[in-house]
């Protein structure tokens, strides 16, 4: 079996904490941010871990 390639659009946009979950950014904070509440913009400021349904399909993306 070759090898798996890494999806490097993924590597860009998730990493793996020190704990080994998947973290990752939230959408909807790049541009149009007058409209947006601050508690709203303040949430998907922080980082967040992937959900439960998708680690499998990442952690293949990343090849590990």
């Known amino acids: 079996m070759p090898k798996i390639k890494t999806h490097k659009g993924t590597t860009k946009r998730v990493r793996k904490s020190a704990s080994g979950k998947l973290i990752r ?4 904070t790049g541009h149009l941010l007058s409209k947006k ?16 349904s998708n680690v499998s399909n990442v952690k293949r993306a990343l090849g590990a």
Do not use: P
């Open 37 to 52: 509440s601050a508690g709203r913009k303040r949430n998907n400021a922080r980082l967040h871990s992937v959900d439960a």
């Open 25 to 28: 950014e939230r959408a909807y």
